[in-house]
Each structure stands twice: as structure tokens, then as C-alpha cells.
């Protein structure tokens, strides 16, 4: 039973772009604080961005100004928005939805983001 299907992942040259979402399955994200991740072979994973469920935002400073995060008017989906990309941020990205009275935990399976130089 998955919970958040991540998708949007991909093979971009330096300077590119992407948008990465994260969908609920059988949820909604009304009441989720949502986090995004990245973990790069051989690195520690790493914070990139989070929204809460009443729309404040955070971002790593590595990547603030270029990504933006996001959900759609019906909290179906969450989306990070990866803009001048660089091959720095070539990774593995994750989206995790913590239910901000039970801190209940969903995890997408990820999806892989590579950036040429």
C-alpha cells in the first residue's frame, strides 16, 4: 500500500529544470507537514524543503532562490519546483508527509534526479 508516489525525476543539463511531485494515495495532505530530501551515493542524506500544513515554507540554504515548494488547492499533491539546476544536485529525492498531531510518517520511494555539466 503506497502512500505518496513521487515522480518528475530525470536526466537534465546544468542551468535545466524539473518539477518533482508527490501525490497522496488513499490520503490527503490537509494535515501533513511535508518534507523533501535528497541523498547522493556515498553522501549523508539531507534536507532540501518543506512546506506545513498551514503553508509556511523552509529551504536548505544550498538550494533556496532556485527551488520552490508547494501543494496544490486540494492537498492532493506536493511539488518542489528545481530551478538552475547544478550537478551538485544530482541525487536521490524523497518526499515525507509527518501528520502534525500524531507525527504519523509517509514516505514516497524517490526518484532520482541527474544533472550533466
Known amino acids: 500500500q503506497v502512500q505518496l508516489v513521487e515522480s518528475g525525476g530525470g536526466l537534465v543539463q546544468a542551468g535545466g529544470s524539473l518539477r518533482l511531485s508527490c501525490a497522496g494515495s488513499?490520503?490527503?495532505?490537509?494535515?501533513?507537514?511535508i518534507n523533501w530530501f535528497r541523498q547522493a551515493p556515498g553522501k549523508q542524506r539531507e534536507f532540501v524543503a518543506r512546506?506545513?500544513?498551514?503553508?509556511?515554507?523552509g529551504y536548505a540554504d544550498s538550494v533556496k532562490g532556485r527551488f520552490t515548494v508547494s501543494t496544490d488547492s486540494a492537498e492532493i499533491a506536493a511539488y518542489l519546483q528545481m530551478n538552475n539546476l547544478k550537478p551538485e544536485d544530482t541525487a536521490a529525492y524523497y518526499c515525507?508527509?509527518?501528520?502534525?498531531?500524531?507525527?504519523?510518517?509517509?514516505w514516497g520511494q524517490g526518484t532520482q534526479v541527474t544533472v550533466s555539466s
Open positions: 515525507s508527509a509527518t501528520h502534525r498531531v500524531t507525527l504519523q510518517e509517509f
Open positions: 488513499g490520503i490527503t495532505l490537509r494535515s501533513y507537514n
Open positions: 512546506i506545513s500544513s498551514v503553508g509556511g515554507t
